[in-house]
T-cell receptor, first 111, second 115 residues
Framework: EDKVVQSPLSLVVHEGDTVTLNCSYE??????LLWYKQEKKAPTFLFML????IEKKSGRLSSILDKKELFSILNITATQTGDSAVYLC???????????FGTGTRLKVLA | EPEVTQTPSHQVTQMGQEVILRCVPI?????FYWYRQILGQKVEFLVS????????KSEIFDDQFSVERPDGSNFTLKIRSTKLEDSAMYFC?????????????FGQGTRLTVV
């Protein structure tokens, strides 16, 4: 059965800290890995990764994929209270039309 | 910026009643999805829709559920006879290609409460 696992489940840090969120997967015919930020309602898209070793970056957020070891990390540097959210990892596979989501990492950034 | 819109934002219904959740996907997208998230749990896939037919569905998507694209813009999820366990946040999403190639964009969700 296809599986996406995120760690840690929750994390509390102080403003200015750097955090690393992990996503590992076991799926058949991996195609892409996506990171989303979920604050109150809708997941909002952050990154899509398809190639190993290529870092995607947007401001203080960056992400990289390791297809050999079957995981991805999401880094957030100089965290702010506005980064508090649940971060979701989802995997798309060839041969299906669905994205498989992990349980998410709940990040709380304290002022 | 184009976005997926969902209505209503919150619906309360009595057990056994039918509900229709509505979505307007991003206009040039071809693939449409419904996901749900029970409070405190992970986002779960329900169904994907392409070329006016269901392309894939999960075990959750049983005979009580149906989807329709009644016109060129709306995409609906119908639950025929709601159960208490159908209470969840329902997200509509759309993408240009399927999960194989492009990201999906999500609407703000409809919170369904079955009483």
């Amino acid at each position: 059965e296809d599986k996406v696992v995120q760690s840690p489940l929750s994390l509390v840090v102080h403003e200015g800290d750097t955090v690393t969120l992990n996503c590992s997967y076991e799926v058949t015919n991996f195609r892409s890995l996506l990171w989303y930020k979920q604050e109150k309602k809708a997941p909002t898209f952050l990154f899509m990764l398809t190639s190993s070793g290529i870092e995607k970056k947007s401001g203080r957020l960056s992400s990289i994929l390791d297809k050999k070891e079957l995981f991805s990390i999401l880094n957030i540097t100089a965290t702010q209270t506005g980064d508090s959210a649940v971060y979701l990892c989802a995997v798309g596979t060839s041969g299906t039309y669905k994205y498989i989501f992990g349980t998410g990492t709940r990040l709380k950034v304290l002022a | 910026e184009p976005e997926v819109t969902q209505t209503p934002s919150h619906q309360v219904t009595q057990m056994g009643q039918e509900v229709i959740l509505r979505c307007v996907p991003i206009s040039n997208h071809l693939y449409f999805y419904w996901y749900r998230q029970i409070l405190g749990q992970k986002v779960e896939f329900l169904v994907s829709f392409y070329n006016n037919e269901i392309s894939e569905k999960s075990e959750i998507f049983d005979d009580q559920f149906s989807v329709e694209r009644p016109d060129g813009s709306n995409f609906t999820l119908k639950i025929r006879s709601t159960k208490l366990e159908d209470s969840a946040m329902y997200f509509c999403a759309s993408s240009q290609q399927g999960a194989r190639g492009t990201e999906a964009f999500f609407g703000q969700g409809t919170r369904l409460t079955v009483v």
